[in-house]
């Protein structure tokens, strides 16, 4: 059973800061991935950054300069460090972790940018 838990949304005013965590645990726990998605209201799911399977990381267009995806293999975390947050990126943040090939994903957490 592998479980995947996000943290650290929240509301911030436009060009504030956030940084969301997430930890993945489980038995026989082999990561290929792991990284971000977003869900704003009436849109669909969209990746935002992500560790791949060969270990480079890739941005959306639309966040790329603005937010950091880092990791800590040993305790199977990554967490992304948003700047220069925008009304535009008020979502739910999903974390997910590709586990040999099999996806799971954390619940969500909220980012609201608004003033």
């Known amino acids: 059973q592998v479980q995947v838990v996000e943290s650290g949304g929240g509301l911030v005013q436009p060009g504030g800061s956030l940084r969301l965590s997430c930890a993945a645990s489980?038995?026989?726990?082999?990561?290929?991935?792991m990284g971000w998605h977003r869900q704003a209201p009436g849109k669909q799911r969209e990746l935002v950054a992500t560790f791949t399977s060969d270990g480079t990381t890739y941005y959306a267009g639309s966040v790329k300069g603005r937010f950091s995806i880092s990791r800590d293999n040993a305790e199977n975390t990554v967490a992304l460090q948003m700047n220069s947050l925008k009304p535009e990126d008020t979502a739910v943040y999903y974390c997910?972790?590709?586990?040999?090939?099999?996806?799971?994903w954390g619940e969500g957490t909220q980012v609201t940018v608004s003033s």
């Open positions: 997910y972790a590709l586990v040999w090939a099999t996806s799971y």
């Open positions: 489980g038995s026989r726990l082999r990561i290929n991935a």
